[in-house]
Protein backbone atom coordinates (compact mmCIF):
# COMPACT_ATOMS: atom_id res chain seq x y z
CA UNK A 1 0.00 0.00 0.00
CA UNK A 2 1.40 3.43 -0.97
CA UNK A 3 -1.01 5.93 0.33
CA UNK A 4 -0.46 9.45 -1.03
CA UNK A 5 -1.76 12.40 0.75
CA UNK A 6 -2.66 15.78 -0.88
CA UNK A 7 -2.56 19.17 1.08
CA UNK A 8 -4.92 22.14 0.05
CA UNK A 9 -4.07 24.99 -1.19
CA UNK A 10 -2.63 27.54 1.82
CA UNK A 11 -1.97 24.12 3.40
CA UNK A 12 1.59 22.24 3.69
CA UNK A 13 2.23 18.53 3.99
CA UNK A 14 2.21 19.32 7.81
CA UNK A 15 -2.01 19.30 7.46
CA UNK A 16 -1.76 15.58 7.20
CA UNK A 17 0.32 14.80 10.44
CA UNK A 18 -2.64 14.40 12.87
CA UNK A 19 -4.37 12.04 10.33
CA UNK A 20 -2.06 10.09 9.74
CA UNK A 21 -0.45 9.90 13.29
CA UNK A 22 -3.91 8.04 13.89
CA UNK A 23 -4.18 6.15 11.41
CA UNK A 24 -0.78 4.75 12.63
CA UNK A 25 0.48 5.52 9.00
CA UNK A 26 3.64 7.58 9.43
CA UNK A 27 6.11 5.28 8.09
CA UNK A 28 4.85 4.40 4.28
CA UNK A 29 2.77 7.90 3.92
CA UNK A 30 3.82 10.21 1.40
CA UNK A 31 3.13 14.01 1.86
CA UNK A 32 4.39 15.43 -1.39
CA UNK A 33 4.60 19.50 -0.93
CA UNK A 34 2.63 20.86 -3.49
CA UNK A 35 4.16 24.56 -3.27
CA UNK A 36 7.60 23.15 -3.63
CA UNK A 37 6.60 21.42 -7.07
CA UNK A 38 5.98 24.71 -8.56
CA UNK A 39 9.18 26.36 -7.67
CA UNK A 40 11.16 27.60 -10.43
CA UNK A 41 8.08 27.36 -12.70
CA UNK A 42 5.32 29.06 -13.18
CA UNK A 43 2.45 28.88 -10.95
CA UNK A 44 0.04 27.56 -13.20
CA UNK A 45 -2.20 24.04 -12.68
CA UNK A 46 -0.81 22.83 -15.55
CA UNK A 47 3.06 22.99 -14.35
CA UNK A 48 1.65 21.94 -10.77
CA UNK A 49 -0.27 18.69 -12.02
CA UNK A 50 2.98 17.64 -14.50
CA UNK A 51 5.37 17.75 -11.43
CA UNK A 52 2.91 15.90 -9.37
CA UNK A 53 2.58 13.51 -12.30
CA UNK A 54 6.21 12.45 -11.96
CA UNK A 55 5.84 12.19 -8.44
CA UNK A 56 3.66 9.32 -8.91
CA UNK A 57 5.23 7.95 -11.67
CA UNK A 58 8.02 7.15 -9.33
CA UNK A 59 6.26 4.13 -7.93
CA UNK A 60 6.14 0.71 -9.57
CA UNK A 61 3.25 -0.14 -7.61
CA UNK A 62 -0.29 0.88 -7.89
CA UNK A 63 -1.06 4.03 -5.30
CA UNK A 64 -3.82 4.88 -2.80
CA UNK A 65 -4.25 8.89 -4.01
CA UNK A 66 -6.03 10.81 -0.98
CA UNK A 67 -6.30 14.63 -1.59
CA UNK A 68 -8.19 17.24 0.07
CA UNK A 69 -9.89 20.50 -2.07
CA UNK A 70 -6.66 21.55 -4.53
CA UNK A 71 -4.96 18.05 -3.51
CA UNK A 72 -8.42 16.63 -4.23
CA UNK A 73 -8.57 17.75 -7.61
CA UNK A 74 -4.99 16.80 -9.00
CA UNK A 75 -5.86 13.36 -7.60
CA UNK A 76 -9.25 12.89 -9.14
CA UNK A 77 -7.48 14.24 -12.54
CA UNK A 78 -4.25 11.79 -12.36
CA UNK A 79 -6.65 8.54 -11.63
CA UNK A 80 -9.00 9.71 -14.95
CA UNK A 81 -5.67 10.31 -17.15
CA UNK A 82 -3.63 6.61 -15.13
CA UNK A 83 -6.61 4.49 -13.54
CA UNK A 84 -4.89 1.32 -13.65
CA UNK A 85 -2.07 3.05 -11.58
CA UNK A 86 -4.74 4.03 -8.73
CA UNK A 87 -5.19 1.35 -6.44
CA UNK A 88 -8.21 3.68 -4.60
CA UNK A 89 -9.27 7.37 -4.21
CA UNK A 90 -10.14 9.76 -1.68
CA UNK A 91 -11.16 12.88 -2.41
CA UNK A 92 -12.38 15.47 -0.17
CA UNK A 93 -13.65 18.81 -0.38
CA UNK A 94 -13.11 18.30 -4.18
CA UNK A 95 -14.92 19.71 -7.02
CA UNK A 96 -15.16 17.75 -10.08
CA UNK A 97 -15.90 21.42 -12.50
CA UNK A 98 -14.78 24.78 -11.26
CA UNK A 99 -17.25 27.16 -9.96
CA UNK A 100 -16.16 29.79 -12.58
CA UNK A 101 -18.40 32.66 -10.73
CA UNK A 102 -17.08 32.06 -7.36
CA UNK A 103 -13.40 32.00 -8.39
CA UNK A 104 -13.57 35.13 -10.31
CA UNK A 105 -15.21 36.47 -6.91
CA UNK A 106 -12.79 35.05 -4.89
CA UNK A 107 -10.29 36.48 -7.01
CA UNK A 108 -11.42 40.26 -7.14
CA UNK A 109 -11.65 39.48 -3.24
CA UNK A 110 -7.77 38.28 -3.56
CA UNK A 111 -6.93 41.43 -5.53
CA UNK A 112 -7.32 43.81 -2.20
CA UNK A 113 -5.81 41.85 0.42
CA UNK A 114 -2.06 42.78 1.38
CA UNK A 115 0.83 40.59 0.40
CA UNK A 116 1.22 39.64 3.80
CA UNK A 117 -1.59 37.56 4.22
CA UNK A 118 -0.88 35.18 1.48
CA UNK A 119 2.78 34.09 2.93
CA UNK A 120 1.27 31.21 5.00
CA UNK A 121 0.24 30.12 1.59
CA UNK A 122 3.85 29.00 0.44
CA UNK A 123 2.99 31.27 -2.52
CA UNK A 124 3.41 35.20 -2.88
CA UNK A 125 0.14 37.07 -3.96
CA UNK A 126 0.64 37.08 -7.57
CA UNK A 127 1.17 33.59 -7.88
CA UNK A 128 -1.93 32.40 -5.64
CA UNK A 129 -4.42 34.31 -8.14
CA UNK A 130 -2.09 33.30 -11.17
CA UNK A 131 -2.61 29.58 -10.05
CA UNK A 132 -6.37 29.70 -9.23
CA UNK A 133 -7.04 32.04 -12.35
CA UNK A 134 -5.34 28.74 -14.48
CA UNK A 135 -8.19 26.36 -12.65
CA UNK A 136 -10.54 28.03 -13.86
CA UNK A 137 -11.48 26.01 -16.82
CA UNK A 138 -11.13 22.90 -15.53
CA UNK A 139 -13.99 20.32 -15.78
CA UNK A 140 -13.87 16.70 -15.49
CA UNK A 141 -17.23 16.13 -16.30
CA UNK A 142 -16.97 13.81 -18.78
CA UNK A 143 -13.99 12.29 -18.40
CA UNK A 144 -14.78 10.72 -14.55
CA UNK A 145 -16.45 7.62 -15.90
CA UNK A 146 -12.87 7.05 -16.58
CA UNK A 147 -12.02 6.62 -12.98
CA UNK A 148 -13.07 2.97 -11.83
CA UNK A 149 -11.16 2.07 -8.27
CA UNK A 150 -13.11 2.59 -5.15
CA UNK A 151 -13.71 5.80 -4.05
CA UNK A 152 -14.11 8.15 -0.80
CA UNK A 153 -16.13 10.64 -0.98
CA UNK A 154 -15.80 13.31 2.32
CA UNK A 155 -16.69 16.62 3.01
CA UNK A 156 -17.32 18.67 6.09
CA UNK A 157 -20.62 18.94 7.29
CA UNK A 158 -20.41 23.41 7.81
CA UNK A 159 -18.76 23.20 3.98
CA UNK A 160 -21.41 24.54 1.98
CA UNK A 161 -19.29 25.57 -1.13
CA UNK A 162 -18.35 21.82 -1.73
CA UNK A 163 -21.12 19.62 -0.53
CA UNK A 164 -23.09 19.72 -3.87
CA UNK A 165 -19.87 18.59 -5.71
CA UNK A 166 -19.41 15.94 -3.22
CA UNK A 167 -22.85 14.78 -3.11
CA UNK A 168 -22.96 14.19 -7.33
CA UNK A 169 -19.47 12.52 -7.89
CA UNK A 170 -21.02 10.01 -4.85
CA UNK A 171 -23.56 9.52 -7.79
CA UNK A 172 -21.17 9.36 -10.83
CA UNK A 173 -18.83 7.82 -9.79
CA UNK A 174 -18.52 3.77 -10.26
CA UNK A 175 -17.52 2.99 -7.20
CA UNK A 176 -18.28 5.38 -4.58
CA UNK A 177 -19.56 6.20 -1.15
CA UNK A 178 -20.30 9.48 0.87
CA UNK A 179 -19.06 10.37 4.52
CA UNK A 180 -20.15 13.69 6.12
CA UNK A 181 -18.12 14.70 8.92
CA UNK A 182 -20.25 16.13 11.21
CA UNK A 183 -19.46 19.41 13.16
CA UNK A 184 -16.65 19.92 10.70
CA UNK A 185 -16.14 22.69 8.07
CA UNK A 186 -13.56 22.85 4.83
CA UNK A 187 -10.52 21.62 5.94
CA UNK A 188 -11.16 18.36 7.49
CA UNK A 189 -7.79 16.98 7.86
CA UNK A 190 -7.20 19.90 10.19
CA UNK A 191 -10.59 20.53 11.94
CA UNK A 192 -11.48 16.85 12.19
CA UNK A 193 -8.03 14.67 12.09
CA UNK A 194 -9.12 11.76 14.44
CA UNK A 195 -12.75 11.67 12.99
CA UNK A 196 -11.14 11.41 9.50
CA UNK A 197 -8.62 8.92 10.35
CA UNK A 198 -11.88 6.64 11.24
CA UNK A 199 -13.50 7.18 7.90
CA UNK A 200 -10.21 6.34 6.32
CA UNK A 201 -9.22 3.06 8.23
CA UNK A 202 -12.91 1.44 7.64
CA UNK A 203 -12.59 2.58 4.20
CA UNK A 204 -9.06 1.18 3.17
CA UNK A 205 -10.01 -2.19 5.31
CA UNK A 206 -12.79 -2.74 2.37
CA UNK A 207 -10.10 -1.67 -0.81
CA UNK A 208 -9.32 -5.38 -2.54
Request: with cysteine.
Amino acid sequence: MHPVYLHGLGQTPASWEKSIAQLGAAEYSVCPNLIKICQGKQATYKNLYEGFSKTCAEFDEPIDLCGLSLGGVLALNYTIDHPKKVRSLVLIATQYKMPKKLLKVQNIIFQFMPKFMFQQTGFGKKEFIQLCKTMMELDFSNSIQKVSCPTLIVCGERDSANKKASTELAVFLKDAELQIISGSGHEVNIEAPERLAEVLRAFYKKVP
